[in-house]
């Protein structure tokens, strides 16, 4: 079974970068994590551009292969302020914190971004991962 729709929605839920260098052990290890979570989804991205770009060059036959829109939906900055500690906080006022977080974000994203849907990505993914 194929999907229908031409778009990818990629909600991100771990920094990509980092504002200081871990020091203490919780926070290489955390660093660490996050390397380690990020680096399928860097290369499956590096995957979709190598793809659009033959598809693009006419060297991929079309009918074969779909060019699909990426869509970002980030909050790098609020994650990139939260700790170690923050990935074992189940504390309610914390994840509805989070909530608010997505919330704002995904409607930023949605006024920006809206008429793209179906018609091209929101985001240049050389830029971001090569």
């Known amino acids: 079974m194929t999907a229908e729709t031409p778009d990818v929605v990629i ?6 970068g980092c504002d200081t260098v871990p020091v ?9 994590n ?27 036959a079309s ?16 994650m990139r302020g939260l700790g170690v500690s923050s990935k074992l906080n189940a504390r ?3 994840l509805l914190h989070l909530k608010e977080i997505g ?14 849907i179906g018609q091209r990505s929101t985001i240049d993914i050389k830029e971001m991962f090569l």
């Open 11 to 16: 909600v991100q839920v771990n920094p990509l």
């Open 24 to 32: 203490t052990a919780p926070e290489i290890m955390n660093r660490l």
């Open 34 to 60: 996050e390397i380690s979570f990020n680096s399928s989804l860097m290369r499956e991205m590096r995957a979709i551009a190598f793809v659009t770009d033959l598809i693009d060059e006419g060297k991929l």
């Open 63 to 78: 009918n074969q292969y779909k060019r699909i829109n990426v869509h970002w939906i980030e909050a790098e900055k609020q």
């Open 92 to 94: 309610m006022d914390f």
């Open 103 to 116: 919330r704002q974000v995904a409607d930023r994203w949605i006024a920006s971004h809206f008429d793209a």
